[in-house]
C-alpha cells in the first residue's frame, strides 16, 4: 500500500519551454502532496504544499508563477515548471500524504539545454 | 542552529554489524519522527516512523524517541551491504502537515 507516482521520470527540454509533472497516488488518496526539489548531495528541499481543491502553499523564495502547481483531484498533483531555464534542471520529487506518514514518488530529473 | 541535525558520515560498519544513525532536532513540540532511506539517484523510502518515547522494532531495524533530549535513532541490526544509502531523519513542523529532514547520514556497509 501508499504508492505514489510521477510521471515523467526523465525529461530533456530546451530552455524556455515548460514542463509538467504529474504525481499520482495509486491505491489512497491524498488531500495534501508535496514538492521537493534535490540537488546533487543535497538534502530535499520542499518548495510548496498542494492541497486538493485549494492553491499551493509556497516557501519562501520559491516564485509561484514559475512553478505551478494543480491538485485538482485526491489522487492527482501536477507541477509545471514555467519557461525552464538550465538552472531549474534537478531531481523533483513528489510526496503524498497518508494517515501522518510521506510517502515519495520515484521522482523526476528535469535536465534544461 | 539547525533544525535536524545529522552527522553527514561516511558511517562504515562491517556486514553483520549493528549500524547507529542519530538525529537530534531543535523544536522541543514537535510529535511526529520519521526515518527514510535514500539509494543514490532514487527518492526516499520511508522505514520507521516513531511518535512516542522509547524504542519502535521493524525487522530488523530499531527507532529510538527521546523527547526529553530530543534525539530520534535508528539502529539496524545485522547490517547488510544492501542496506548501504543515505539514511534521512524527519520531523515534523509544529503545526503542519510539513516535514523538515536533515541532511542525511551515508551508511556504508562493507562485506
Known amino acids: 500500500g501508499a504508492v505514489v507516482s510521477q510521471h515523467p521520470s526523465r525529461v530533456i527540454c530546451k530552455s524556455g519551454t515548460s514542463v509538467k509533472i504529474e504525481c499520482r497516488s495509486l491505491?489512497?488518496?491524498?488531500?495534501?502532496m508535496f514538492w521537493y526539489r534535490q540537488f546533487p548531495k543535497k538534502s530535499l528541499m520542499l518548495m510548496a504544499t498542494?492541497?486538493?481543491?485549494?492553491?499551493?502553499?509556497?516557501e519562501q523564495g520559491v516564485e509561484k508563477d514559475k512553478f505551478l502547481i494543480n491538485h485538482a483531484s485526491l489522487t492527482l498533483s501536477t507541477l509545471t515548471v514555467t519557461s525552464a531555464h538550465p538552472e531549474d534542471s534537478s531531481f523533483y520529487i513528489c510526496?503524498?500524504?497518508?494517515?501522518?506518514?510521506?510517502?515519495f514518488g520515484p521522482g523526476t530529473r528535469l535536465t534544461v539545454l | 542552529q539547525k533544525e535536524v541535525e545529522q552527522n553527514s558520515g561516511p558511517l562504515s560498519v562491517p556486514e553483520g554489524a549493528i549500524a547507529s544513525l542519530n538525529c537530534t532536532y531543535s523544536?522541543?513540540?514537535?510529535?511526529?519522527f520519521f526515518w527514510y532511506r535514500q539509494y543514490s539517484g532514487k527518492s526516499p523510502e520511508l522505514i520507521m516512523s516513531?511518535?512516542?518515547?522509547g524504542d519502535k522494532e521493524d525487522g530488523r531495524f530499531t527507532a529510538q524517541l527521546n523527547k526529553a533530549s530530543q534525539y530520534v535513532s535508528l539502529l539496524i541490526r545485522d547490517s547488510q551491504p544492501s542496506d548501504s544509502a543515505t539514511y534521512l531523519c524527519?520531523?515534523?513542523?509544529?503545526?503542519?502537515?510539513?516535514?523538515?529532514f536533515g541532511t542525511g547520514t551515508r551508511l556504508q556497509v562493507f562485506p
Open positions: 516513531i511518535y512516542s518515547n
Open positions: 524527519a520531523v515534523n513542523a509544529p503545526n503542519t502537515d510539513k516535514l523538515i
Open positions: 491505491d489512497f488518496q491524498a488531500t495534501t
Open positions: 523544536d522541543r513540540v514537535s510529535q511526529s
Open positions: 498542494s492541497n486538493e481543491g485549494s492553491k499551493a502553499t509556497y
Open positions: 510526496s503524498a500524504e497518508n494517515y501522518n506518514e510521506q510517502f
